[in-house]
């Protein structure tokens, strides 16, 4: 999938009531542009960037028991632009509001999730709540490498939830 705005493998948006369940996903994704178009995302500093993940770019619903072994990466070409922007990349959810749980990044291949900041295995900028996620890099359940410039992490690159539990140890 080659796009720019809410990029993801199943949705580039997941609104509050659906849920997104049992699904694996598998490929690339190249960030091409900003969301300049995108403006309902305001309650963070997530704005006018990129969203990007593996099952959605913006989840405000629930994902559940999702696989995802998806690359995602910014084009080079709009790399810079993003410095000066807000990408939220993750193997998941770029940015979420609702509900992750039981699910895994880079399970079956080693995937690699590279953008400017806010970058997660699971998810970028995560609002809502994680459970039952594992970040056991050596028993393959987030086989990632999260690359990027500022609020990285192996399972949230920046996260303002309530509710974290369930989380393996590295």
Known sequence: ?????????????????????????????????????FSEIT?????????????????????QR?????????????????????SAIGGIAGFSTGTLTDNKAGHNAEITISGSNYIGGNVGYNLGTISNTSADFEQNYNNTKVVGNEYVGGIAGYSKAMRIYKINEL
Do not use: C
Not at 1 to 12: D, E, F, L
Not at 20 to 31: A, F, H, Y
Not at 52 to 59: C, D, E, Q
């Open 1 to 37: 999938i080659s796009a720019k705005g809410y990029i993801g493998g199943v949705a580039g948006y997941i609104a509050e009531d659906v849920t997104v369940s049992g699904v694996t996903v598998t490929g690339n994704i190249l960030v091409t542009g900003n969301a300049n178009d």
């Open 66 to 86: 999702a696989t995802a072994d998806v690359n995602i990466s910014i084009k080079e070409s709009v790399q810079a632009e993003e410095e000066t922007k807000s």
């Open 43 to 63: 309650e963070s500093s997530v704005t006018d960037g990129s969203y990007a993940g593996g099952v959605a770019g913006y989840s405000n619903g629930t994902i």
